[in-house]
T-cell receptor, first 113, second 117 residues
Framework: DAGVIQSPRHEVTEMGQEVTLRCKPI?????LFWYRQTMMRGLELLIYFNNNVPIDDSGMPEDRFSAKMPNASFSTLKIQPSEPRDSAVYFC???????????FGDGTRLSIL | AQTVTQSQPEMSVQEAETVTLSCTYD???????LFWYKQPPSRQMILVIR??????QNATENRFSVNFQKAAKSFSLKISDSQLGDAAMYFC??????????????FGKGTLLTVNP
Protein backbone atom coordinates (compact mmCIF):
# COMPACT_ATOMS: atom_id res chain seq x y z
CA ASP A 1 0.00 0.00 0.00
CA ALA A 2 1.26 3.47 -0.82
CA GLY A 3 2.05 5.63 2.16
CA VAL A 4 1.65 9.38 2.48
CA ILE A 5 3.27 11.01 -0.53
CA GLN A 6 4.80 14.45 -0.31
CA SER A 7 6.36 16.60 -3.00
CA PRO A 8 8.82 18.04 -3.56
CA ARG A 9 11.34 16.27 -1.37
CA HIS A 10 13.60 19.28 -1.37
CA GLU A 11 12.86 22.91 -2.21
CA VAL A 12 15.35 25.74 -2.35
CA THR A 13 14.09 29.20 -3.19
CA GLU A 14 14.81 32.84 -2.54
CA MET A 15 13.02 34.85 0.06
CA GLY A 16 9.89 36.56 -1.15
CA GLN A 17 8.96 33.72 -3.47
CA GLU A 18 5.79 31.67 -3.14
CA VAL A 19 6.29 28.08 -2.02
CA THR A 20 3.74 25.30 -2.40
CA LEU A 21 4.13 21.96 -0.68
CA ARG A 22 1.95 19.04 -1.69
CA CYS A 23 0.58 16.00 0.08
CA LYS A 24 -1.38 12.92 -0.94
CA PRO A 25 -2.73 11.10 2.11
CA ILE A 26 -3.23 7.37 2.36
CA UNK A 27 -6.39 6.37 0.54
CA UNK A 28 -9.33 6.06 2.93
CA UNK A 29 -7.81 8.21 5.63
CA UNK A 30 -10.09 11.06 6.65
CA UNK A 31 -7.67 13.02 8.85
CA LEU A 32 -4.71 15.00 7.55
CA PHE A 33 -2.07 16.90 9.46
CA TRP A 34 0.71 19.32 8.50
CA TYR A 35 3.72 19.55 10.82
CA ARG A 36 6.87 21.64 10.82
CA GLN A 37 10.16 20.35 12.24
CA THR A 38 13.00 22.65 13.29
CA MET A 39 15.99 22.17 15.56
CA MET A 40 14.79 24.88 17.91
CA ARG A 41 11.13 23.97 18.25
CA GLY A 42 11.02 20.30 17.31
CA LEU A 43 7.84 18.99 15.67
CA GLU A 44 4.89 21.35 15.73
CA LEU A 45 1.37 20.82 14.40
CA LEU A 46 0.46 23.53 11.92
CA ILE A 47 -3.03 22.51 10.82
CA TYR A 48 -5.43 19.59 11.02
CA PHE A 49 -8.12 18.65 8.48
CA ASN A 50 -10.94 16.20 9.03
CA ASN A 51 -12.98 15.13 6.00
CA ASN A 52 -11.30 17.93 4.01
CA VAL A 53 -12.40 20.61 6.49
CA PRO A 54 -9.82 22.57 8.50
CA ILE A 55 -10.53 21.87 12.16
CA ASP A 56 -7.56 23.43 13.91
CA ASP A 57 -5.23 25.97 12.29
CA SER A 58 -3.99 27.47 15.54
CA GLY A 59 -0.47 26.30 14.79
CA MET A 60 -0.16 28.22 11.54
CA PRO A 61 2.52 30.78 12.38
CA GLU A 62 1.13 33.78 10.50
CA ASP A 63 -0.97 34.90 7.58
CA ARG A 64 1.79 34.10 5.12
CA PHE A 65 0.91 30.44 5.65
CA SER A 66 -2.20 28.89 4.18
CA ALA A 67 -3.38 25.32 3.66
CA LYS A 68 -6.10 23.77 1.56
CA MET A 69 -7.61 20.36 1.06
CA PRO A 70 -9.80 20.52 -2.05
CA ASN A 71 -10.53 16.78 -1.97
CA ALA A 72 -9.82 13.66 0.07
CA SER A 73 -6.66 12.81 -1.85
CA PHE A 74 -4.80 16.11 -1.98
CA SER A 75 -3.65 18.92 0.25
CA THR A 76 -1.34 21.90 -0.15
CA LEU A 77 0.57 24.10 2.24
CA LYS A 78 1.49 27.46 0.79
CA ILE A 79 3.87 30.13 2.06
CA GLN A 80 3.66 33.54 0.43
CA PRO A 81 5.93 35.43 0.70
CA SER A 82 8.56 33.07 2.06
CA GLU A 83 11.21 34.16 4.58
CA PRO A 84 14.52 32.54 5.67
CA ARG A 85 13.01 31.65 9.08
CA ASP A 86 10.52 29.40 7.28
CA SER A 87 13.38 27.02 6.48
CA ALA A 88 12.46 23.66 8.03
CA VAL A 89 11.26 20.17 7.23
CA TYR A 90 7.52 20.08 6.63
CA PHE A 91 5.69 16.81 7.20
CA CYS A 92 2.27 15.71 6.15
CA UNK A 93 0.59 12.89 8.05
CA UNK A 94 -2.73 11.11 7.72
CA UNK A 95 -4.79 8.78 9.86
CA UNK A 96 -7.82 6.58 9.28
CA UNK A 97 -9.78 8.48 11.87
CA UNK A 98 -8.82 11.34 14.16
CA UNK A 99 -8.08 8.90 16.99
CA UNK A 100 -6.00 6.43 15.00
CA UNK A 101 -2.19 6.45 14.66
CA UNK A 102 -0.78 9.02 12.29
CA UNK A 103 1.31 7.90 9.33
CA PHE A 104 3.88 10.38 8.10
CA GLY A 105 5.24 11.18 4.66
CA ASP A 106 8.94 11.58 3.95
CA GLY A 107 8.77 15.34 4.48
CA THR A 108 9.83 18.30 2.37
CA ARG A 109 13.09 20.01 3.30
CA LEU A 110 12.53 23.69 2.58
CA SER A 111 15.42 26.14 2.39
CA ILE A 112 14.71 29.83 1.94
CA LEU A 113 17.78 31.83 0.96
CA ALA B 1 -0.99 21.68 28.39
CA GLN B 2 0.77 18.38 28.08
CA THR B 3 4.54 18.24 27.82
CA VAL B 4 6.83 15.41 26.80
CA THR B 5 10.44 15.28 27.96
CA GLN B 6 13.23 13.15 26.58
CA SER B 7 16.17 13.73 28.87
CA GLN B 8 18.76 11.94 26.74
CA PRO B 9 19.71 13.97 23.66
CA GLU B 10 22.03 11.18 22.50
CA MET B 11 22.55 7.51 23.28
CA SER B 12 24.79 4.84 21.84
CA VAL B 13 24.69 1.04 21.93
CA GLN B 14 26.78 -1.80 20.63
CA GLU B 15 25.26 -3.96 17.96
CA ALA B 16 23.32 -6.92 19.45
CA GLU B 17 23.07 -5.23 22.86
CA THR B 18 20.05 -3.71 24.57
CA VAL B 19 19.35 -0.02 25.03
CA THR B 20 16.62 1.89 26.84
CA LEU B 21 15.43 5.35 25.83
CA SER B 22 13.66 7.45 28.44
CA CYS B 23 10.53 9.54 28.15
CA THR B 24 8.48 11.31 30.78
CA TYR B 25 5.34 13.33 30.30
CA ASP B 26 3.16 15.68 32.23
CA UNK B 27 -0.61 15.47 32.07
CA UNK B 28 -3.65 15.77 34.28
CA UNK B 29 -5.64 13.39 32.10
CA UNK B 30 -6.30 9.77 32.92
CA UNK B 31 -6.88 8.46 29.42
CA UNK B 32 -4.36 9.01 26.67
CA UNK B 33 -2.05 7.33 24.17
CA LEU B 34 1.72 7.25 24.01
CA PHE B 35 3.85 6.59 20.96
CA TRP B 36 7.44 6.09 19.91
CA TYR B 37 8.37 7.26 16.43
CA LYS B 38 11.66 6.56 14.67
CA GLN B 39 13.23 9.03 12.24
CA PRO B 40 16.21 7.54 10.35
CA PRO B 41 18.52 9.67 8.22
CA SER B 42 16.08 9.20 5.35
CA ARG B 43 13.87 11.57 7.38
CA GLN B 44 10.69 9.47 7.30
CA MET B 45 8.78 9.33 10.58
CA ILE B 46 7.99 5.69 11.34
CA LEU B 47 5.62 4.56 14.07
CA VAL B 48 7.47 2.03 16.22
CA ILE B 49 5.06 1.25 19.02
CA ARG B 50 2.04 2.64 20.85
CA UNK B 51 0.51 2.23 24.27
CA UNK B 52 -2.99 2.94 25.52
CA UNK B 53 -2.90 4.38 29.03
CA UNK B 54 -5.84 2.26 30.20
CA UNK B 55 -3.93 -0.92 29.41
CA UNK B 56 -1.63 -2.09 32.15
CA GLN B 57 0.20 -4.52 29.91
CA ASN B 58 3.28 -3.10 28.26
CA ALA B 59 3.20 -3.01 24.46
CA THR B 60 5.68 -5.12 22.49
CA GLU B 61 6.59 -5.15 18.80
CA ASN B 62 9.28 -7.70 17.99
CA ARG B 63 12.55 -6.32 19.42
CA PHE B 64 10.86 -3.17 20.69
CA SER B 65 9.07 -3.01 24.02
CA VAL B 66 7.99 -0.31 26.41
CA ASN B 67 8.01 0.10 30.16
CA PHE B 68 4.90 2.13 30.92
CA GLN B 69 4.70 3.45 34.46
CA LYS B 70 1.47 5.45 34.64
CA ALA B 71 1.86 6.70 38.18
CA ALA B 72 5.37 7.92 37.46
CA LYS B 73 4.31 9.26 34.03
CA SER B 74 7.17 7.40 32.43
CA PHE B 75 7.24 5.65 29.07
CA SER B 76 10.62 4.18 28.16
CA LEU B 77 11.50 2.27 24.99
CA LYS B 78 13.69 -0.82 25.13
CA ILE B 79 15.40 -2.03 21.98
CA SER B 80 16.76 -5.56 22.26
CA ASP B 81 19.40 -7.12 20.01
CA SER B 82 20.19 -3.71 18.50
CA GLN B 83 20.85 -3.62 14.78
CA LEU B 84 22.66 -1.08 12.63
CA GLY B 85 19.32 -0.19 11.06
CA ASP B 86 18.03 0.96 14.44
CA ALA B 87 20.26 4.02 14.28
CA ALA B 88 17.91 6.98 14.14
CA MET B 89 16.32 9.82 16.06
CA TYR B 90 13.60 8.50 18.34
CA PHE B 91 10.66 10.67 19.36
CA CYS B 92 8.25 10.04 22.18
CA UNK B 93 4.77 11.45 21.63
CA UNK B 94 1.56 11.93 23.62
CA UNK B 95 -2.03 12.17 22.47
CA UNK B 96 -5.08 12.80 24.60
CA UNK B 97 -7.92 10.28 24.35
CA UNK B 98 -10.68 12.73 25.17
CA UNK B 99 -11.55 16.37 25.09
CA UNK B 100 -11.13 18.96 22.39
CA UNK B 101 -7.62 18.44 21.04
CA UNK B 102 -7.49 14.67 21.12
CA UNK B 103 -6.14 14.48 17.57
CA UNK B 104 -3.01 16.42 18.51
CA UNK B 105 0.34 14.72 18.96
CA UNK B 106 2.76 16.39 21.36
CA PHE B 107 6.34 15.36 20.69
CA GLY B 108 9.46 15.30 22.79
CA LYS B 109 12.69 16.79 21.45
CA GLY B 110 14.05 13.40 20.46
CA THR B 111 16.96 11.09 21.32
CA LEU B 112 19.61 10.37 18.72
CA LEU B 113 20.58 6.70 18.88
CA THR B 114 23.89 5.52 17.45
CA VAL B 115 24.52 1.81 16.94
CA ASN B 116 28.18 0.82 16.95
CA PRO B 117 29.27 -2.26 15.00
Amino acid sequence: DAGVIQSPRHEVTEMGQEVTLRCKPISGHNSLFWYRQTMMRGLELLIYFNNNVPIDDSGMPEDRFSAKMPNASFSTLKIQPSEPRDSAVYFCASSLEWNQPQHFGDGTRLSIL
Amino acid sequence: AQTVTQSQPEMSVQEAETVTLSCTYDTSESDYYLFWYKQPPSRQMILVIRQEAYKQQNATENRFSVNFQKAAKSFSLKISDSQLGDAAMYFCAYRSAGGGSNYKLTFGKGTLLTVNP
